[in-house]
């Protein structure tokens, strides 16, 4: 994610340096609710700035508008300011669909079968584990 269209935080009061704000974050959006908003620290030593940085959240199944916003580098929590894109995106049960933002526009990269092993599967698994080791 480069933030070449983002502003820098403006200097504080006798400090010439350009500084990154605290406030940097991306929030992402599914059909105008928030998914995620997260903290993110840009990286350089001077603008543009790039930030490298991913989430993995659930999401709700079939067309969805998703709209990822970068912004709060200039000091400012209010969308005023920042980056933005949005896509309509097919979610699928079952798959990851993989985005990204490359500062102009949001990117599905294709669908890949979800293989997280969560803690129920692991569960259900010793349970016929078990179920095998008492049937001998």
């Not at 709060?72 to 979610?91: H, K, L, M, P, T």
């Not at 969560?118 to 080791?133: A, G, H, K, S």
């Amino acid at each position: 994610m480069a933030d070449a269209a983002i502003p820098p935080a403006p200097p504080r009061e006798g400090d010439v340096s350009v500084l990154r704000s605290p406030e940097s974050r991306i929030t992402v959006k599914i059909d105008n609710e928030w998914f995620v908003s997260e903290p993110v620290y840009p990286l350089g030593d001077n603008p543009p700035f790039s930030v490298n940085t991913g989430f993995r959240f659930p999401a709700p199944v079939g067309q969805r508008r998703v709209k990822v916003v970068y912004g709060g580098c200039d000091g400012q929590r209010d969308e005023e300011g920042s980056v933005s894109a949005e896509s309509i995106v097919a979610v699928e049960k079952g798959f990851v669909t993989p985005m990204h933002f490359d500062g102009i526009s949001l990117v599905v990269d294709g669908l890949r079968k979800d293989n997280v092993v969560t803690l129920q599967d692991i569960d259900r698994r010793l349970q016929r584990v078990e179920q095998i080791l008492e049937s001998r």
